[in-house]
Nanobody
Framework: EVQLVESGGGLVQPGGSLRLSCAASGFEFSSFPMSWVRQAPGKGLEWVSG????????SILDSVEGRFTISRDNAENILYLQMNNLEPEDTAVYFC????????????????????WGQGTQVTVSS
């Protein structure tokens, strides 16, 4: 059974940091590009960052570039998202998902292109 389990979310003040983790099991993790996708309250899904199978190439949303860093540990089957200098606008449920590669640049996010999903972890940035 494919499982993606996110953790590391929580409540943080503006300017703070969090590191999200996504533990993968039930499939060959190292064979799949991966992405982080978020959903803010009352809004649709928004792709945040993606990384290729080997971890040597990544892509990131302009609004989080320089603040968020995606990485992966294929030996441990874990995907990470380091989030620094968090802003209230980053408040959302964050999901990890297996990803197409290269990352599609669709005007509207197409969930059907991302095969497996985790259940999400809540990130709230508030003072």
């Amino acid at each position: 059974e494919v499982q993606l389990v996110e953790s590391g979310g929580g409540l943080v003040q503006p300017g703070g940091s969090l590191r999200l983790s996504c533990a993968a099991s039930g499939f060959e993790f190292s064979s799949f590009p991966m992405s982080w996708v978020r959903q803010a309250p009352g809004k649709g899904l928004e792709w945040v960052s993606g990384i290729n199978k080997g971890g040597g190439s990544f892509s990131i949303l302009d609004s989080v570039e320089g603040r968020f860093t995606i990485s992966r540990d294929n030996a441990e089957n874990i995907l990470y998202l380091q989030m620094n200098n968090l802003e209230p606008e980053d408040t959302a449920v964050y999901f990890c998902a297996t990803s197409p590669w290269p990352i599609p640049r669709d005007r509207v996010f197409d969930k059907s292109k991302y095969e497996f999903w985790g259940q999400g972890t809540q990130v709230t940035v508030s003072s």
